[in-house]
């Protein structure tokens, strides 16, 4: 059935457009006469900025289907951006050609935009219309603005539940939603199939094509796309978006370095398409890494972790994933980094010039330590920040160095929810707070159980809070005086009916690091 319904679609482009046609050609022929929408992945918007946003579709009329829509010919696709809901009064209107090689993805950097106000979206391409959208641009930098509301949410495996944390989110009157990474999961896990029905139906990616599908699969959400049709999005990677645990040019198998970055390639390419970024990678490498501003009240730098970072400590010969060790020299080793040197740099001389109230890093993993005391000795875990102990200590020299107010790590990866006072040094008392730390649960991925989030917390008196057994978002409200964060929360294994509570609150007050109970 698909097969006959993209084939007819392929005719109506090809006949429209004329197959590999000249792009002028393209240009001076009728509109496609789409069979089903187009739009299927819906729309999206991101980096925003004072007087900028990108706005983002895809035209997949068969999005799932390997390798993705695979007509061999560009489409022009139109955009206009309101000023309003009822889309009567435009602001601005174009159109850009869908390429075969971008995968009929569409990137749309608008600038010469009013700070600090919504603006509406949509794309139409021949009959086809998409979803309207709805984006929002930063406020001016010199603006004294009184609230800046994140949605903060990382982890979405497919198969483990549904993504109803973002139907709320669709929901929420917030500025942004900040995504820090396992936006989709290449590894599956069967197991979950049977509870939720929902399947990656492919096999773990390794190609373009098949990472261009996976990406499609997890877009095909209902509840996603409302997410990223109502609110900007500010982005960064954790691993699943490659392969699970992999650090710079090494994968868990050891694969030959090379091989293995044409994965990466591939991997941030098929990112790149899905996402409201404005550059594409070069290859293996990617720009992750960004700083955005809220007024004069916060800065948020989004951070890489895995790119840049030093390959694992202590590692397992047969298999390179995060381990547990009780004896590593190695972790000590000042050479070792999470960041690179040229990330490390750029954050601790932005950090130092930084004049905003509160300064926000949005960033994959857990920065607060989490080690446990047993009797083989002390077990820190390898692929978190545990795993670079002196590269952290760094960050935080930096930040009591240059006394940089109010900075606050928003994390993920760890499918918990967490609030953590970071100290130079982790867990004594006489070491001072020097910043903060919120981890926003897991949308849906499973995370450890509540004994041993217990056993964490009892050794890692830093860690106040830390729940692993239910699943969710975090919302941090943020005004001149305090950044307050809602842990948003649902049993794990989220039913397409899951109901969400407030897991717990927590706040941190201007001038004094360290969260406190709300
Ligand atoms: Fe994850």
């Not at 972790?305 to 381990?323: F, I, N």
């Not at 994959?364 to 005391?373: F, K, N």
Request: glycine fraction near 8%; proline fraction near 7%; charged fraction near 20%.
């Amino acid at each position: 059935m698909n097969l006959h319904r993209r084939d007819l679609n392929r005719a109506a482009l090809c006949l429209a457009l004329g197959a590999f046609g000249a792009f002028s050609e393209a240009r001076a022929a009728a509109a496609p006469r789409w069979k089903t929408t187009p739009f299927t992945l819906g729309v999206a918007s991101g980096q925003p900025r004072p007087e900028s946003v990108v706005l983002w579709t895809r035209l997949a009329p068969d999005p799932v289907a390997e390798p993705g829509f695979d007509a061999r010919v560009a489409c022009p696709v139109r955009y206009a951006l309101y000023a309003d809901e009822a889309l009567r009064q435009p602001v601005r209107a174009g159109e850009v050609m869908a390429l075969p090689e971008r995968a009929h993805a569409v990137h749309v950097p608008l600038d010469g935009l009013s700070p600090g106000r919504s603006y509406w979206y949509r794309f139409t391409c021949g009959n086809a219309r998409s979803a309207v959208g709805r984006t929002r641009t930063a406020p001016a930098p010199d603006a004294a603005v009184g609230r800046l509301r994140i949605a903060l949410a990382s982890c979405q495996h497919w198969e483990q539940g549904f993504f109803v944390a973002h139907r709320e989110i669709a929901q929420r009157d917030v500025d942004l939603v900040l995504f820090v990474g396992d936006y989709i999961y290449e590894g599956s896990s069967p197991a979950y199939t049977a509870q939720t029905g929902r399947a990656h139906g492919s096999w773990t990616p390794h190609t373009l094509a098949q990472y261009r599908a996976r990406h499609a699969l997890y877009k095909s959400d209902a509840d996603l796309q409302a997410a990223h049709a109502t609110h900007p999005w500010i982005v960064t990677l954790d691993d699943h978006e490659v392969v699970n645990d992999y650090a710079d040019d090494r994968d868990p198998a050891y694969t030959d370095p090379a091989r293995f970055l044409q994965r990466r390639a591939a991997a941030y390419r098929a990112y790149f398409e899905h996402m409201p970024l404005a550059l594409p990678p070069q290859g293996a490498a990617m720009r992750i890494h960004d700083r955005f501003n809220w007024g004069r009240l916060a800065n948020l730098w989004t951070l890489d972790t895995r790119q840049h970072r030093s390959h694992h400590a202590c590692p397992d010969p047969a298999r390179d994933v995060g381990q547990s060790p009780t004896a590593c020299a190695e972790l000590a080793d000042p050479t070792r980094t999470m960041l690179g040197a040229a990330q490390e740099r750029w954050l601790s001389q932005g950090l130092a010039a930084s004049t905003a109230r509160w300064n926000l890093l949005g960033q994959a993993t857990q920065v607060s330590a989490t080690g446990i005391d047993t009797p083989e000795g002390h077990q820190t875990w390898t692929d978190g920040w545990d795993g670079y102990p002196v590269a952290r200590g760094r960050l935080l020299q930096g930040i009591a160095d240059a006394n940089v107010r109010n900075v606050i790590s928003l994390g993920g990866d760890v499918h918990r929810h967490a609030a953590a006072d970071l100290r130079l040094l982790p867990n004594d008392p006489a070491s001072p707070r020097l910043a903060s730390e919120f981890i926003g649960g897991s949308v849906t991925s499973r995370g450890a159980s509540q004994r041993s989030m217990a056993r964490m917390r009892r050794d890692n008196p830093d860690v106040l809070h830390a729940r692993g057994d239910e699943r969710g978002w975090a919302l941090l409200d943020i005004t001149p005086d305090a950044a307050r964060c809602e842990f948003r929360s649902t049993p794990h294994g989220v039913p397409v009916d899951a109901v969400f509570g407030t897991q717990a609150r927590f706040v941190v007050a201007d001038g004094a690091a360290g969260v406190q109970r709300d």
